[in-house]
């Protein structure tokens, strides 16, 4: 778990460092406040789902997590593609 925790900080590290390097000086502050928003989120999911996973069992609730995901990310991935072709 210590090399897994290692590699995860190594790759949290990477990932904000070329999400800085690569974005135009002019999104550079909405890039940084998507991240924060990500960070600052986070809590408010883990109480419901922690929740979930008492009442119902930790796989329905896994299950039903993953879905919400693929769908909201299929969801932006079509309207990330609207916004590029529309204009």
């Known amino acids: 778990m210590v090399f897994v925790g290692i590699a995860e900080a190594m790759r949290m590290t990477l990932g904000q460092s070329l999400s800085r390097e690569l974005t135009e000086d002019r999104y550079r502050a909405r890039a940084k ?49 609207r916004l590029r072709h529309d204009s």
Do not use: E
């Open 33 to 81: 406040s998507l991240h924060t928003m990500t960070f600052g989120l986070m809590p408010v999911t883990a109480l419901p789902i922690g929740r979930s996973i008492d009442d119902w069992g930790a796989q329905p609730t896994l299950i039903f997590v993953a879905g919400a995901v693929l769908l909201a990310g299929t969801a932006f991935l079509v309207g990330a593609h």
